[in-house]
């Protein structure tokens, strides 16, 4: 069982920055998807990011789509998502999720099988 966790989230002003982090504790061999959702009061879960552990490929929603990046660190085991212009509709409980191997619909949360437990992102105006 891969465990996922995440750090970095915090209480930051609009036009701000963020960079949150997501440890996983093993490695379940490299062709699979690492990626970012997140939950607002009262909303679904949405995709944000996720990147291609194997190849480095990433996929962005339209929402962050040049405001955020998406990387990983193979060395450590890391998962990072750097957000740039915060806005008071990013606000939000983030989630680090992996696939199972090869994925196809990386951008869907059902693709997902290990979720961690999820850093909170406020974001004031």
């Known amino acids: 069982q891969v465990q996922l966790v995440e750090s970095g989230g915090g209480l930051v002003q609009a036009g701000g920055s963020l960079r949150l982090a997501c440890a996983a504790s093993?490695?379940?061999?490299?062709?699979?998807?690492m990626g970012w959702f997140r939950q607002a009061p009262g909303k679904e879960r949405e995709f944000v990011a996720t990147?291609?552990?194997?190849?480095?490929?990433?996929y962005y929603a339209d929402s962050v789509r040049g405001r955020f990046t998406i990387s990983r660190d193979k060395a450590k085991n890391t998962l990072s998502l750097q957000m740039y212009s915060l806005k008071p509709d990013d606000t939000a409980v983030y989630y680090c999720?992996?696939?199972?191997?090869?994925?196809?619909?990386?951008?869907?949360?059902?693709?997902?099988?290990?979720w961690g437990q999820g850093t909170q992102v406020t974001v004031s105006s």
């Open positions: 093993e490695r379940t061999g490299s062709n699979y998807a």
């Open positions: 990147v291609m552990w194997n190849s480095g490929y990433s």
């Open positions: 999720a992996q696939s199972g191997p090869m994925p196809i619909a990386i951008g869907s949360r059902g693709t997902y099988i290990y």
